[in-house]
């Protein structure tokens, strides 16, 4: 199991490069072996483009708080997700080595529903991808917006990912 784990880490970032749906499916049944702690929660990756991940968090009891809507704890780690998963498309596993610094989570209303997240590229990648070529270690900030079935905004996650590049990159997208 070890060593399948050490394959689908390397691969991984490749396999999440615009997947077709078929793609997507196979993804999201590795994501447990990937993220073991997020196994419970049920989060699946809805959506990948270049510029933007939607990721899912359903409204099941183990994301539920004591007062039956959804705990805060799985809406920040919905956020963490979904933006890790974005940073996957431009700093492959392989190449860089991704540490969650600190993550803030700003609630505007309780989750009574399944909830979606929503994590866009920096405006500034371009040059984060420069940085990371000389300096070797940069910081990402990313916000996620989490929103509601009926589209109303939940949450705002705010992470900020310690990148360290572990050598020379060979296949890392760029801008």
């Given at each position: 199991m070890h060593k399948l784990k050490q394959l689908t880490l390397s691969r991984f970032s490749n396999l999440i490069q615009a997947p077709s749906p078929?793609?997507?499916?196979?993804?999201?049944?590795?994501?447990?072996m990937i993220v073991p702690?997020?196994?419970?929660?049920?989060?699946?990756?809805k959506n990948i483009e270049q510029t933007e991940v939607q990721a899912l968090l359903p409204f099941i009891t183990k994301n539920k708080n004591h007062i039956s809507t959804m705990h805060a704890?799985?809406?920040?780690?919905?956020?963490?997700?979904?933006?890790?998963?974005?940073?996957?498309?431009?700093?492959?596993?392989?190449e860089y080595r991704m540490i969650l610094k600190n993550l803030e989570t700003e609630y505007h209303y309780q989750g009574k529903?399944?909830?979606?997240?929503v994590t866009n590229i920096p405006d500034n990648l371009c040059q984060l991808q420069k940085e990371i070529s000389v300096n070797r270690v940069i910081l990402v900030r990313l916000q996620t917006k989490i929103f509601d079935t009926n589209n109303k905004e939940i949450a705002t996650t705010e992470s900020t990912w310690q990148l360290k590049k572990w050598e020379d990159t060979h296949n890392a997208k760029t801008c």
């Open positions: 078929k793609l997507l499916l196979i993804i999201n049944r590795l994501l447990p702690f997020n196994q419970g929660h049920r989060i699946k990756i704890c799985a809406i920040a780690t919905l956020g963490e997700f979904s933006a890790g998963i974005l940073l996957l498309q431009y700093f492959p596993l392989k529903t399944s909830l979606h997240s």
